[in-house]
Each structure stands twice: as structure tokens, then as C-alpha cells.
């Protein structure tokens, strides 16, 4: 039986953690710091509820969808059509969500890091085209 080389994807279950782990980390910490400096009680409970995890499901959402414009060959070629639509998809995702939930006064901190979770994966993460490889 003949043993098939298939060409990796960039796109696996170790890269989302790589992407994911970072994407509340950071956001989350880095407000958190703000608020304590700043003396803002606010700030710091809003740091690892909806800045982080807004960040992070923005960056879960574009890691889904760069996978599958990978997998279906969409956009292959333009990374910066390919980012700017999944900026805005996710901020218009931010968006709907909050209100859905009615939280206005939580619509900056969830939209800002809707934006900033999806505009650092998708800037980051490569879309490989398969077509020129050999199998």
C-alpha cells in the first residue's frame, strides 16, 4: 500500500490554542493593569468578562473562517480583502451581540476587541494555496 504525503495546513487544533491563548491573555491583562492603575474597579472586572472574552471568540470566529476559506480556496490570494472582511464581520458581530444582550454601555470594550482579536489572527495567520504543491 502506497503512503500519501498531504500537504500540511496551517490550520489545526494546536495553532487555534496558540492563537486563542494569547487572544484573552493579553487584552485581558493589559486592561486589567489599566484599571488597577487607573484605580477603576470597572475596568478590571470588565478585563477578563468583555474584553477578553470578546477578544477571544473574535479570534475563534476568524480562526473558523480563515480554515475555511483555506479548505473551499476563497480569497487565497488577497490577504487584504480577506482580513478586512473578517474585521468587519466580527465587528458587526460585536455589535449585534451587544444589542442583543442590551449591554450599550459595554458596546466599545466588546467591539474594540472583537476588532483587535480578529485583526491580529488575520493579519497573522497564513492561508497556504495547495494548488502548486505535489502531493
Known sequence: MK???YPSSAFNLRSLVFAAVP???FPASMSFI????LQKRELMMASYTTIGLSSL???IFSFIIL???ESRKILMQNKLTRSLLIIL???SLGMTCTSILNVPSERFNIIFSAFLGAAILTIRQHVKNYKDEKI
Open 3 to 5: 503512503k500519501r504525503n
Open 23 to 25: 487572544a484573552y491573555v
Open 34 to 37: 489599566s484599571g488597577f492603575l
Open 57 to 59: 471568540l473574535s479570534t
Open 67 to 69: 480554515w475555511q476559506f
Open 89 to 91: 464581520l466580527m465587528i
